[in-house]
């Protein structure tokens, strides 16, 4: 079983930039498509940003030209880089790990609050 480490999230003021990161264990990560997602409360879990294993990315519309995902398969890790954030970001950034049909895991969420 893969597990997958969220971290990097916590308060910052609007405009303001986060790093999230996610290691994963295992040795399925690099032949992986790796996403972030999240959920606000009350509202459905989300797709921001996913990075398939030959590096193709798809972003939602609502954070094009502010959050950069990326990965680095030596050490097993996806990044997404958040710029410009604003109040409507504050949610719990989940990591998600998708290895074909045969296996779809998540990390245990970090919490991005933007506030003043």
């Known amino acids: 079983q893969v597990q997958l480490v969220e971290s990097g999230g916590g308060l910052v003021q609007p405009g303001g930039s986060l790093r999230l990161s996610c290691v994963a264990s295992?040795?399925?990560?690099?032949?992986?498509?790796m996403g972030w997602y999240r959920q606000a409360p009350g509202k459905q879990r989300e797709l921001v940003a996913d990075i398939s294993s030959g590096g193709n990315i798809n972003y939602a519309e609502f954070v094009k030209g502010r959050f950069s995902i990326s990965r680095d398969n030596a050490k097993n890790t996806v990044y997404l880089q958040m710029s410009s954030l604003k109040p409507e970001d504050t949610a719990v950034y989940f990591c998600?790990?998708?290895?074909?049909?045969?296996?779809?895991?998540w990390g245990q969420g970090t919490q991005v609050t933007v506030s003043s």
């Open positions: 295992g040795s399925i990560f690099s032949r992986s498509t």
């Open positions: 998600n790990l998708r290895y074909f049909s045969l296996y779809d895991g």
